[in-house]
């Protein structure tokens, strides 16, 4: 891998079932670091399996477009050990997925565990909620919710790119 690739941060956002709330993040992500000019990639994935090979619940998918992100093409994965080696960054949306995620990370496992909300002010160390079985307007709270955190999220990644690049 040359050095460059080296560096650029890879975000997994992990959710539960991965049809609601991390594939917004992944697209809220992918739509704000290409808004800065940042190179990170991003994916998504469910402590679960029910939604593997499944699109976005279509509430995320009506939500996420309402903002101007097109989220139809993602598809659901599980979570795996492989995951810690593979990105930099993994990121519980709650504390329930976070507590998942500390039981499967494997001991030489080297990517960073966060809590979504950490990165939001005045909501650090709370979750967000799962809309799964909440209305349709459930969905743009936690669109809010997942918004806000990706530019502080974004903002922790850009400080350290200039710390690291000088
Ligand atoms: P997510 O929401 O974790 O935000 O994707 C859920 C989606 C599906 C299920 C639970 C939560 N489910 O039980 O199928």
Redesign the pocket.
């Known amino acids: 891998m040359k050095p460059k690739d080296a560096l650029t941060p890879r975000i997994l956002f992990v959710?539960?079932?991965?049809?609601?709330?991390?594939?917004?993040a992944e697209g809220a992500l992918r739509a704000g670091a290409a808004a800065r000019g940042l190179n990170i990639e991003t994916v998504s994935a469910?402590?679960?399996d029910?939604?593997v090979g499944h699109p976005?619940?279509r509430r995320?998918q009506a939500t996420a477009l309402a903002h101007g992100i097109d989220i139809s093409g993602l598809r659901g994965r599980q979570v795996d050990p492989d995951d810690f080696h593979l990105f930099t960054h993994i990121v519980a949306?709650d504390r329930e997925?976070l507590r998942d995620l500390k039981g499967l990370r494997p001991a030489q496992g080297t990517a960073a565990l966060l809590l979504m909300l950490d990165h939001l002010p005045g909501r650090e160390g709370t979750g967000?909620t799962?809309?799964?079985?909440g209305g349709d307007d459930g969905f743009e709270a936690?669109w809010q919710d997942i918004a806000g955190a990706v530019e502080g999220l974004l903002d922790s990644i850009a400080q350290d790119q200039r710390r690291v690049s000088g």
């Open positions: 959710c539960l079932g991965n049809i609601c709330r991390s594939p917004m469910g402590t679960g029910w939604h976005p619940d995320a949306m997925n967000v799962d809309p799964y079985y936690v």
